[in-house]
T-cell receptor, first 114, second 114 residues
Framework: DQQVKQNSPSLSVQEGRISILNCDYT??????FLWYKKYPAEGPTFLIS?????DKNEDGRFTVFLNKSAKHLSLHIVPSQPGDSAVYFC?????????????FGTGTRLTIIP | EPEVTQTPSHQVTQMGQEVILRCVPI?????FYWYRQILGQKVEFLVS????????KSEIFDDQFSVERPDGSNFTLKIRSTKLEDSAMYFC????????????FGPGTRLTVT
């Protein structure tokens, strides 16, 4: 069941540059998308979300872009900092359909090189 | 800042034994969830709980699993007769319930079935 896909298992970015993490989904019922960050031995930490009625949401250094026609979203982190090194999960839900459960991607390990 | 807590952090049990994983959600949250992550795999939804009843469960959540909110603060996941394949990280999450509210995750319990 690959309803949410993160095709890049890992990504390395120089400190200060932009990190772009990508996510694709297949389920047209998904209307709410989230990014979580996870450190080893910790639970996922919520970063930023976007509803399907928007195409962009920004929070500080983090911006999420949604392209509904392509069923694609991306997370931009700028500038990247060493503390951003973690695994990033894309998740989706179908809130308007009363479905609260989150469907996660497989994650992308981001490494920020000082 | 309020956070979801989980105990124990690591549980080792023998196959066939019952285990109870405990969670204390954030105090003003109304929706509760369990997820699990088998090593090397994605985070998977198990069950959601609202108003003292299960609102949704996945195929993984079979008759061996049960959830309970025994008092006003705890939320538990019971596995009646553990199997080797139940070995995973189990994450509890809670959500306040507003349309823009997110699920906040606990640090997880690592369950090892031998």
């Amino acid at each position: 069941d690959q309803q949410v896909k993160q095709n890049s298992p890992s990504l390395s970015v120089q400190e200060g540059r932009i990190s772009i993490l990508n996510c694709d989904y297949t389920n047209s019922m998904f209307d709410y998308f989230l990014w979580y960050k996870k450190y080893p031995a910790e639970g996922p930490t919520f970063l930023i979300s976007i509803s399907s009625i928007k195409d962009k949401n920004e929070d500080g250094r983090f911006t999420v872009f949604l392209n509904k026609s392509a069923k694609h979203l991306s997370l931009h982190i700028v500038p990247s900092q060493p503390g951003d090194s973690a695994v990033y999960f894309c998740a989706a839900s179908a809130r308007d359909f009363g479905n609260e459960k989150l469907t996660f991607g497989t994650g992308t390990r981001l490494t920020i090189i000082p | 800042e309020p956070e979801v807590t989980q105990t124990p952090s690591h549980q080792v049990t023998q196959m066939g034994q019952e285990v109870i994983l405990r969670c204390v959600p954030i105090s003003n949250h109304l929706y509760f969830y369990w997820y699990r992550q088998i090593l090397g795999q994605k985070v998977e939804f198990l069950v959601s709980f609202y108003n003292n009843e299960i609102s949704e469960k996945s195929e993984i959540f079979d008759d061996q699993f049960s959830v309970e909110r025994p008092d006003g603060s705890n939320f538990t996941l019971k596995i009646r007769s553990t199997k080797l394949e139940d070995s995973a990280m189990y994450f509890c999450a809670s959500r306040r319930g507003g349309p823009e509210d997110e699920q906040y995750f606990g640090p997880g319990t690592r369950l090892t079935v031998t």
